[in-house]
Nanobody, 124 residues
């Protein structure tokens, strides 16, 4: 299984950025997917998760109302739309593939494959 994240970059506070994660190697539509992030010196943090198929969604408290996770099963891709970005959103963002026929989950141990990460930097 391979996960290729893209879309990171530098953005000013209040701006928007969209991340993509293309998956290959397993039947994408029947697996839950998630986004996590890790800032320097901090533990990896749950950002958003989406269930298999049409996907129930779950968000970390710090991003609720600002970030939106979605998936396109025809393109084997999961997205993270990030709006109203804050400097504290600065981190490396990782996509991950979770459980077969699973719902969204904030638990890291429910994800068995991880992408390489893409850096998001939000300037003040």
């Amino acid at each position: 299984v391979q996960l290729q994240a893209s879309g990171g970059g530098l953005v000013q506070a209040g701006g928007s950025l969209s991340l993509s994660c293309a998956a290959s190697g397993r039947t994408f539509s029947i697996y839950s997917m998630g986004w996590f992030r890790q800032a320097p010196g901090k533990e990896r943090e749950f950002v958003a998760g989406i269930g298999y198929g049409s996907g129930r969604k779950e968000y970390g408290d710090s991003v609720k109302g600002r970030f939106t996770i979605s998936r396109d099963n025809a393109k084997n891709t999961v997205y993270l739309q990030m709006d109203k970005l804050k400097p504290e959103d600065t981190a490396v963002y990782y996509c991950a593939s979770g459980r077969q026929l699973g719902g969204p989950s904030s638990r890291r141990d429910e994800y068995d494959y991880w992408g390489q990460g893409t850096l998001v930097t939000v300037s003040s």
